[in-house]
């Protein structure tokens, strides 16, 4: 590998304006591709500006529909200063294959985040999703896929600085590590989330690839890329299957709203427009059903379990009445009957079928009809369908419905389930304990369901009963990010989303933090309803230094027993720091100290803290005059500082972590191993330096 090898013949490169010699310049070439590249997608852009669509639209609604589309493609097309167009080249042996790209013997491709193509439309920058820029991230000098040259760019404030290339079909050249490549996995993190475009690694690579029709389960340790893997992967299918997501919709979902503002750039900075995010909170509650209340852990874990699934299919069936009288529906001057029990068969026949039970309310009125209607044919009439549908609205076969089966209200059912002890013990019966009952039974029932408090575990039941009276809209894909924090019922939730389509399950069994969380990946597929899903693991971690995840591995055989610790590829001495400060008064005033040497150093700093101790520390450093963050916000040149209760420090990431007081973290979860998993959490959130500060004493597996 080098970064000043002969260029290729001329003959080989693309068309470009101007360039010098090819040996004489070659980064100065590469820089006017990019000059050139940006100039085309400029073209592009003000080519979309331009359309007018007076003459093309036939109304107002399609000149609407297509206002907004050319919107988004403007959207989409923007060059966005602080992104690198391109970042790699590849200079392929032999002619690409057909069913990947058309050209000639040598030709050349520019991978960079989107397609840009010239005034003839020949390629300038080939998307990284294209089956012509896989290599990019699979080739090898093992396996170099016809790969000749792969060139990696290097970029300061968005100009090109430098190159250096891998001449993986050349024997002679040794394989090594690629500085570039190591620089951009190091390079501090300032703002929100940014994409990894540029470094996907190949197993990485495979998972991102992977196919639309089955769901993905990644299980990846602190630094192993599994988020950004989840979000590449959908900019991946939106790219294969554009027209069919585009239908059926996309989703990303989150633990946290901070967590969503952090990766909310992602999939723009990629052109990807389209995919709503969400919290499951957010997907099951409405203006109807507001979570204003809090349940005690014991609570939550029975309201999580899958058993309440049953508890509430048995509550909604338990509606149905079978008849004991018949209908009489008069029509003009002649009564037509149903006796009760062919009532009962029509109705017994519905839950035989086991519908939803909103979906049979509706067609319990047509059997009725069609019963009605049958008699008029025996008797020499000929009906039609408008005579059916007007014997199902008459008065005698709506009353008789709403007799036998009356519509479902699921805030209701759910409000009278925790109110209602008889009613509660009835349908949990052989399903909850006693205990359990009493458990969730609340001490005083609220008069309705607007007056309710109630929980993000009862908006969940809510929803799941909703489900049982009309069939949840799915999606045609579904992101699911910290997964191993949902219980039983929130991963049904999620599922309904996804009934029909498929998802991308991404989490780490060590850092689940809720006295729910999943103890393995098969169980909460299945809760999801993709127990068919293929689980992947990813070791090799690119962002936490070997330092750092090694100290903080030590907690794994008490937090998660036998799961693979992570291997950091990046070695960082110096990049672990634990301090104990013998006076405990004097802690806080060590805590401020040691993030203002970590603002020393480039990047940004997260100051993370037990909740509780939240408030004692922001007062002393707004005494201190040092600004700071809540989590999710961007840095700025003037705060670079962000202060993270350990709650909200799951998924995000800093250059340099300062942790106050890990004692605290553990003891302010329900239970030493929530505690310590909190506590492994936090101490993976630094890229490039982690100083510990303590008074009291660290957990036993810590202090060796």
Known sequence: MSAHDPEPPESALPDLPDLPAPDADPLGRERAHLSSSRAALRAMREDVQSLDIRDVTANWVN??????????????????????????RLDYLHVVGADQAEGAEGERFYIGRRHVHDADGDPMVVDWRAPVSQPFYRASKKDPHDVGLRRRFGYTAGELTAYEDEHLSDPTEAATTSKLLQ??????????????????????????????GGTVCVQGGPGTGKTAVGLHRVAYLLYAHRERLARTGTLVIGPNASFLHYIEQVLPALGELEVKQATVESLVTSAAVEVRGTDPAGTAVVKGDARMAEVLRRAIR???????????????????????????????????RDMRYGAAHEALPQRIAHAVLVRMEEAGEAPDDRVQDAVARTPAVKAAVKAMWPPVDPAKLVLRLLSDAEFLAAHAEGLLTPEEQGAILWAKPARSVRAAKWSAAD???????????????????????????LS????????????????????????????????????????????????????????????????ASRLLPLISPGLAEVESVRES??????RRVVDPLALGAAVVAACVESLTHEGSTG?????ARIPLLAGLLDAAGLPYLSPGEETTAEARLTLVPASLAKGLEYDYVVLDEPAAVVSGEPDERTGLRRLYVALTRAVSGLSVLHATPLPPALRA
């Open 183 to 212: 620089a951009e996995i190091e390079r501090p993190r300032v703002g929100p989330m940014r994409d990894i475009v540029a470094t996907i690694q190949p197993e990485q690579d495979e998972i991102v690839r992977s196919g639309l």
């Open 459 to 485: 908006a969940v039941l809510i929803d799941e009963a909703a489900d049982l009276v009309a069939r949840t809209h799915s999606l045609g894909h579904v992101v699911l990010d910290e997964a191993q924090d």
């Open 63 to 88: 000149a609407a529909v297509l206002e907004a589309q050319i919107e988004e493609r403007i959207k989409a097309l923007a060059d966005l200063s602080h992104t690198p167009l391109f970042f790699g």
């Open 573 to 578: 001495p110096g990049s672990l720091s634990v």
């Open 318 to 352: 338990s509606h149905v009445t079978l008849p004991t009288e018949p209908v009489v529906v008069v029509r003009g001057s002649r009564r037509w009957r149903v006796p009760a029990y062919e009532l009962e068969e029509l109705v017994r026949q519905l839950l035989e």
């Open 607 to 611: 100051l993370i803290a037990a909740d």
């Open 488 to 551: 039983p019922m929130q991963y049904r939730a999620v599922g309904r989303r996804c009934s029909t389509g498929s998802a991308t399950v991404l989490g780490d069994l060590a850092q689940g933090t809720t006295p729910w969380a999943t103890a393995s990946w098969a169980d909460a597929l299945r809760h999801l309803g993709k127990s068919d899903a293929v689980v992947e693991e990813l070791t090799a971690g690119f962002r936490v230094p070997r330092e750092v995840i090694a100290y």
